[in-house]
């Protein structure tokens, strides 16, 4: 029996239970994850996959203690959790470019060009990449590094909205969609164009062990995952409809707007790059930038130069297996 039992294909097996843990609420950037589940894609590699919710721990935190095999993460949340020690690695980037954009009102006429947010009132989320990036930006320009910050959350975008506020932070894949939706006049500044590196986002990571100790579950599980992701990217529209029936979202036209932009954007494919794949020199270059903003830290909170070698930080033979 046991012999026999060997002997079946992974799928007919028993599925061998997974978790992943979220870095926010449910939305568009997780939709590979939702896709290879509800399509069982996860089912046929022979995997059980949960899906955690997010909670008020970081998913860079379950992952580093252990609390969940696999985790996606923000780029900054996985740039400063390696900085920090967090024995980390990186398997997987979602968007193949920054989808973050510094937004204003269109009809704000003291605005133009970054160098005249200098001076002016900032909704802000109260991280230090916030500091580094819009200072960027400005001496870009030509203008003087020099903001008021107000810390709203995603109060934000209500007073960017009212006037309350000059200029904010959104990713154009969801508040920008959202935007759009409530009729809001909007203008954008592109960070690359004003001396900030592009970044792919959305990272999903593991622990080092779990390449050595299971290499064959993660190689199952990531190549799941991309097959989720590639589906997503040429079935937007089904794709969001997955989304809908699988989260608790008040707008169902939101996502579909999302996924929408996401594909039309070429942030989950980009030319013949493979869907997930990670760039090691844009990896380097932002982390680069980073540490020379004082913005990543060790763990005793003190900025860290030294970072050793980057390539460590990131992993992909499970696309060659």
């Not at 690359?192 to 190689?219: C, F, H, K, S, W």
């Amino acid at each position: 029996m046991t012999a026999f039992c060997l002997a079946l294909p992974l799928a007919a097996q028993a599925d061998e239970k997974v978790s992943i843990a979220l870095d926010w609420t449910l939305n568009t950037n997780h939709v590979g994850l939702v896709a290879a589940r509800d399509l069982g894609y996860y089912a046929e590699a022979g995997l059980d996959v949960d899906i955690l919710p997010y909670t008020d721990s970081a998913s860079t935190a379950l992952l580093a203690a252990g609390a969940t095999d696999f985790a996606y993460m923000t780029a900054l949340g996985f740039l400063n959790a390696r900085a920090s020690g967090a024995d980390l690695v990186a398997l997987w980037a979602t968007m193949q470019h920054e989808t973050g954009r510094l937004v204003y009102n269109s009809e704000n006429e003291g605005i133009t060009r970054p160098a005249d947010l200098s001076g002016k009132i900032y909704a802000g989320f109260g991280s230090a990449w916030e500091a580094a990036l819009i200072g960027t930006m400005i001496k870009a320009d030509g203008g003087s590094p020099e903001f008021d910050t107000v810390t709203l959350g995603t109060g934000a975008y209500e007073a960017l909205a009212s006037g309350a506020v000059d200029f904010t932070l959104e990713v154009a894949t969801w508040e920008g969609v959202n935007s759009e939706i409530l009729g809001r006049k909007q203008s954008h500044f592109d960070y690359a164009d004003y001396g900030v590196p592009d970044q792919q986002n959305g990272y999903i990571g593991t622990r080092p062990e779990l390449l050595t100790e299971q290499p064959e579950m993660v190689t199952a599980f990531m190549k799941a995952t991309q097959r989720g992701y590639a589906w997503a990217a040429d079935h937007p529209q089904e794709a969001a409809d997955l989304m809908i029936a699988a989260g608790d979202f008040p707008n169902a036209a939101l996502v579909e707007g999302s996924m929408k932009a996401i594909v039309a954007g070429n942030y989950l494919r980009d030319g013949d790059t493979a869907v997930g794949a990670i760039d090691g020199a844009r990896l380097e270059r932002m982390v680069g930038f980073l540490a020379e903003n004082g913005v990543l830290k060790g763990a005793d909170g003190a900025p860290v130069a030294d970072l050793g070698d980057l390539s460590t930080w990131y992993n992909q033979d499970w696309m060659t297996e």
